[in-house]
Structure formats: structure tokens, C-alpha cells
């Protein structure tokens, strides 16, 4: 069994990783330890070891450091073998044909949202979604979808690490998330990005446990008097995902 100092030092490496890998650009080690809120010398450290193990990689001129080759790997065998995606992956694509909209797949990690699997339309929109990139939990119908079947504590904890002390926003908040579980799906427009429009519908096991959320997304223009008949798909194709499990 570890020691409580072993997982300390495997927790700062970690951070280390994520946080080079949130930053969706190249950052020095520098701004690393900011983020991390470790010493510089000892993110140094870690970035050795991961260098090593190909988890980072070193920009030769720029010093700077992003995700390395092992990232690939871990990314293919994840698409490979994940179960919610393989499950969810047929009725995704037949959600994308039937409605002409992008489709993603998100789960919540360690205080976010990701997304895990995306389909886009042949239809242009312009969306921040896109596969492996992070968001925060209190805006837009993915997250709300997430927010609102989690278990009670953790939902609290979520919102107050967001909000802090906006109490108003907060109450407001939750009295979105009632509502959305009472409906069972969350709609969304032009929270994330303007003129986007999105329903999202939570991915359940049998004993209630969430995996997940999948989310069709359109241009709020294009929805008009289709969108009981987006949000009906989309909760019939969550609800044959959920029957998988």
C-alpha cells in the first residue's frame, strides 16, 4: 500500500500532467508551477520524469513544454477499449443522421467537464466543443445535464468552488438543476457560444449512477420549430444508451 507521502508526490505529478494538458498550448515551467502552485525547481522535477515515460515532450527552441507521444497511446487505447463510447458510439452516428447536428459525448473529471467523443455535422457551426477539451460545470446544457444527476455532495462542492460566495447564482443555479431533473434533459442557447443551441440528456446506469451526457448541438437559427423534435431524439437515443448498461 502507498504511503500517504508516495501519493502526495504521484498527486504533484499528476497535477503537473493535467495541467500542461488544460492549457491547450505550449507553457514553460514557469507558468506550470503558477498553475500547479508548486516551486519551480520541483515542477522541474516532475517534468523530467515525465519526459521520460513520453507524457510531455520539450520544444527544442522555445523551452516550452505540451503533451507528449504517450499521449497517443493512452488516447487510442481510450477510444479502443472505453465502454461508454463503445456504447454510445452507433447511436451517436445515427443521432447525427437523423437530425443533420453534431453530437458529443462528455463525462465530468476531478472538477470538469470533457469531451470524450464528438461527431460533427456536414452543416457548418461554430462550437468550442471538441474532443479531449475541458469546460467549467455551470454553463451550457452539458453541464447542467452533469450538474444535476450528480450525487448531492459532490453537486454542492462543484458549485461552490465555481461560485464561491454568489449566493444568488447559486440558488438560481440549483433551481435550473430541479428542473432539469424533474424534466430529465437541459437546454441551453448562446451559454458557451453565441447563437449555439443544445440539449443534453444524462447517461445513466441501472442503479442511477452517471456516466455521462450526450449533446446535440446546432445553430440557434436553424432549430426554430424543430426542437421538441431535437430534444425527443435526443432523449430517445440516451435512453437506448442507458438500456446498455
Keep these: 500500500m502507498d504511503s500517504p507521502q508516495t501519493s502526495t508526490i504521484v498527486d504533484r ?30 515542477v522541474y522535477r516532475h517534468l523530467a520524469s515525465l519526459k521520460k515515460w513520453g507524457l510531455l515532450q520539450e520544444h527544442m527552441n522555445s523551452g516550452t513544454f505540451e503533451p507528449g507521444p504517450t499521449g497517443v497511446q493512452l488516447a487510442w487505447g481510450f477510444d479502443q477499449n472505453s465502454n461508454l463510447v463503445s456504447q454510445s458510439r452507433e447511436e451517436i452516428s445515427a443521432l447525427v443522421a437523423r437530425s443533420g447536428e453534431s453530437v458529443g459525448l462528455l463525462v465530468y473529471i ?31 446544457a452539458s453541464a447542467k445535464s452533469l450538474l444535476a444527476f450528480m450525487p448531492r455532495k459532490l453537486q454542492q462542492k ?33 451559454e458557451v457560444d453565441l447563437g449555439v443551441w443544445g440539449v443534453s440528456v444524462p447517461i445513466t446506469t441501472s442503479n442511477g449512477r452517471l456516466e455521462g451526457t450526450i449533446t446535440l448541438m446546432a445553430p440557434a437559427l436553424r432549430v426554430g420549430a424543430r426542437e421538441q423534435e431535437l430534444i425527443r431524439m435526443t432523449v430517445e437515443a440516451a435512453q437506448r444508451i442507458c438500456n446498455r448498461f
Design 158 to 190: 462543484l458549485l461552490a468552488d465555481q461560485l464561491g460566495d454568489k449566493q444568488e447564482e447559486v440558488a438560481a443555479l440549483e433551481a435550473q438543476l430541479e428542473d432539469i431533473r424533474r424534466r430529465g434533459y437541459s437546454i441551453s442557447e448562446s
Design 110 to 140: 476531478n472538477g470538469e467537464m470533457v469531451c470524450i467523443a464528438m461527431e460533427e455535422s456536414t452543416q457548418p457551426l461554430r462550437c468550442s466543443f471538441t474532443k479531449g477539451r475541458a469546460h467549467t460545470l455551470h454553463k451550457g
Design 13 to 42: 505529478v499528476l497535477h503537473v500532467l493535467a495541467g500542461v494538458a488544460r492549457a491547450g498550448k505550449p507553457v514553460s515551467a514557469k507558468q506550470i508551477a503558477a498553475m500547479v502552485q508548486q516551486p519551480v525547481s520541483t
